[in-house]
């Protein structure tokens, strides 16, 4: 296969794109950043929230500013399949058709080939799918997905990767793994779109060598910004660990640094140590449409009876809409009737929490105690403390 390695010659959107390292942990690899977008800046670490239909479930684009959220995510594959990146198109992009002012990174989606294993097939031209709507054929190419994405006019575009499972065996990893090289070289062709950065996606599931070879190739393009793909699906947490630690220091230094589908305090804070930048994971909604609530590094199902005559906010230290206003007895009564609100607070609550504490540990490498306070999370750690 004919990787067509071409290095990454727009220089204009390297400059918009910016990327400055502002503070470092001298005992880890964490770091500040800011990473400069045509709408606004995201300082590092940082959580994104993830709207995978143009949506972050059940929360407003204004309720998500109050959250803290600085960018957010949308899915290709999805908007493709509804409304049309036509429609989002013509009604002036992806940020005036949700109303969200702030970056917007789309995924390509190249997850889906993971996602929707049953309903595609795979070869060097793209993917095969069965819209899983009304089972008509999809075929998705690099060039496609592209086109799509600059069509929809977000800050960020990702290329179209194959995702391998976890269970797959070397050899078929590395298949994927040269398909992703292949894919990326084409989706760099197709890009022109100068006020959209594409940033190029790592694969090679937990084979270091496959590991090392994707990252050599993914860096040979220059790209704006790198992620780690091919982890949380499936694998056991040592070995989502381990890829990130062998991974993230040979990336470009001044790029920034996107470990994809990650939303847990213990792995965000392991993989910042390690010197992550951006994450993104649907946990925090899906756990409120639940009745779950994040409060510090537990998780309270508030359907529980021990929160009935619980009239104390569920979080004091907590400046949401739902901690400001409302108890734990209120949240539960709307978790057992029911109620669209409570799984609303919930999730807004849940989004808070989580870039409050992507925030605390960007608090903490500027002031020098992130080593102390978070790294390694383990239970004698003050970060239990100190967000």
């Known amino acids: 296969m004919n990787l067509g390695f071409h290095g990454f010659k727009s220089f204009a959107t390297l400059n918009v794109f910016g990327f400055e390292i502002k503070a470092r942990c001298p005992k880890t690899n964490a770091r500040v ?23 972050v479930k059940g929360v407003s684009s204004k ?12 899915n290709t594959f999805h908007l493709h399949l509804q409304p049309g990146e036509e429609v989002v198109r013509s009604g002036g992009g992806l940020h005036r058709f949700m109303s969200w002012h702030g970056p917007i990174l789309t995924d390509s989606g190249g997850f889906q080939i993971f996602s929707l294993a049953d309903l595609n097939r795979i070869d060097d031209s793209g993917v095969s ?22 069509a929809l006019g977000s800050d960020i575009a990702m290329a179209f990767d194959q995702c391998p499972p976890y269970q797959a065996n070397e050899h078929e990893v590395e298949e994927a793994c040269l398909r992703t090289h292949h894919w990326l070289g084409r989706c760099v062709e197709a890009h022109q779109k100068s006020d959209q950065a594409l940033f ?16 050599k190739a993914v860096s040979n393009f220059d790209l704006p910004g790198i ?53 993104d994971c649907v946990l925090p909604t899906r756990l409120g449409r639940h009745g779950t609530a994040l409060v510090r590094d537990e998780r309270w199902n ?22 400001c206003n409302h108890s734990r007895a209120y949240l539960h009564h709307l978790v057992r009737s029911g109620e669209l609100l409570g799984l609303t607070l919930l999730s807004l609550h849940n989004l808070t929490t989580l870039l409050r504490f992507t925030s605390s ?19 004698h750690s003050k970060a239990h403390h100190t967000w």
């Open 33 to 55: 950043g800011c990473f400069n977008t045509p709408h606004g800046s995201v300082s590092t670490p940082r959580f994104m929230p993830v709207g995978t239909s143009g949506t």
């Open 63 to 74: 309720q998500l500013v109050t959250t803290g959220a600085e960018m957010i995510l949308a």
């Open 129 to 150: 799918f069965r819209n899983p709507r009304n089972g008509n054929k999809i075929h998705l190419t690099p060039e496609k997905a592209i086109e799509i994405q600059m």
């Open 200 to 215: 190029g996606i790592v694969q090679g599931g937990c084979f270091s060598r496959l590991r090392l070879e994707s990252v």
């Open 227 to 279: 992620a780690i793909g091919g982890v949380s699906v499936g694998e056991p947490i040592h070995e989502m660990h381990k890829v990130v630690r062998e991974v993230t220091p040979l990336l470009p230094e001044d790029r920034p640094r996107y470990l994809m589908g990650i939303g847990t305090f213990r792995e965000m804070t392991i993989a910042v140590a390690n010197g992550i930048d951006l994450f």
């Open 302 to 323: 508030l359907r529980n009876a021990r929160f009935r005559d619980d009239h104390q906010p569920l979080d004091k230290t907590c400046s949401c809409e739902a901690c």
């Open 361 to 379: 540990m960007e608090q903490a490498i500027v002031e020098g105690c992130f080593s102390e306070d978070f790294a390694p999370w383990n239970s």
